[in-house]
């Protein structure tokens, strides 16, 4: 079992800055990626961000150069550095573990943009 805990989300206004972080614990040597998704009311959860073991990224075209993932091996922890924010980016951010054969989901933090 992994358990992960998001915490930094938060009211900003657009064109902001705001960082979220996911602490894992539990049988972390089973995962393989982290991610970062998000879902907005009455929305389907989309994939915001990937990271692997080696510190590759991943990124959807709609996200690329404005959302950064990086990783503490140290802390066991996954962050999210969200920059120029927009009222569309609002939503609830959950972190997402993926072993071979499962995923693990935090509790989500909600993240919300005001124009």
């Known amino acids: 079992q992994v358990q992960l805990v998001e915490s930094g989300g938060g009211l900003v206004q657009a064109g902001a800055s705001l960082g979220l972080s996911c602490a894992a614990s539990g049988n972390i040597d089973i995962i393989i990626y982290m991610r970062w998704y998000r879902q907005a009311p009455g929305q389907q959860r989309e994939l915001v961000a990937t990271i692997d073991t080696h510190g590759s990224t991943n990124y959807p075209n709609s996200i690329k150069g404005r959302f950064t993932i990086t990783r503490d091996d140290v802390k066991n922890t996954v962050s999210l550095q969200m920059n120029s924010l927009k009222p569309d980016d609002t939503a609830v951010y959950y972190c997402?573990?993926?072993?071979?054969?499962?995923?693990?989901w935090g509790q989500g933090t909600q993240v919300t943009v005001s124009s």
């Open positions: 997402n573990a993926r072993s071979r054969d499962r995923n693990f």
